[in-house]
């Protein structure tokens, strides 16, 4: 019995690694609570993802404590980790009114994603410690 629970937990733990799906790859409108949208794509996996507007490619998350979707900075936690943060600048479906907010915003990179990615995926893949049932 103890070998056949140890298994299973064995298999549950090594799909869920290798089943990983990326984002839907093409274009969608995001809309704002105020009623305004604006269009970009989904990007990452279920590690870590994030939108990047259409054209320009700039970062945007979700204000969670507002609900709008703002452009991104990158700015330590709690903890003191790396993550992407709202910036405060709303993201905007008017073109004129997006370049004068995205000029006021850190530009991400290509290798800054790339690490905040590797560390939230180093972060849910923790390794899981399987005891035996005691008797």
Do not use: C, N
């Not at 070998?3 to 995001?30: C, E, N, Q």
């Not at 404590?65 to 993201?91: C, N, W």
Request: hydrophobic share 35%; proline share 6%.
């Amino acid at each position: 019995m103890k070998k056949i629970s140890y298994l299973l937990g064995l298999y549950f733990w090594s799909t869920s690694v290798v089943f990983s799906v990326p984002a839907a790859p093409h274009l969608m409108t995001f809309e704002q609570p105020d009623g305004t949208s604006f269009q970009g794509h989904l990007r990452g996996d279920e590690y870590f993802s994030w939108i990047e507007t259409e054209g320009d490619r700039l970062i945007v998350v979700e204000d969670r404590s507002t609900g709008y979707f703002e452009f991104a900075t990158i700015q330590p936690d709690a903890s003191g980790k790396s993550r992407l943060a709202p910036s405060g600048l709303r993201v905007s479906s008017d073109p004129s009114s997006r370049s004068a907010r995205a000029a006021r915003v850190e530009t991400i990179s290509r290798e800054q994603l790339g690490e905040l990615w590797k560390t939230a995926r180093q972060e849910k893949l923790k390794p899981i410690l399987i005891v035996p049932a005691s008797e």
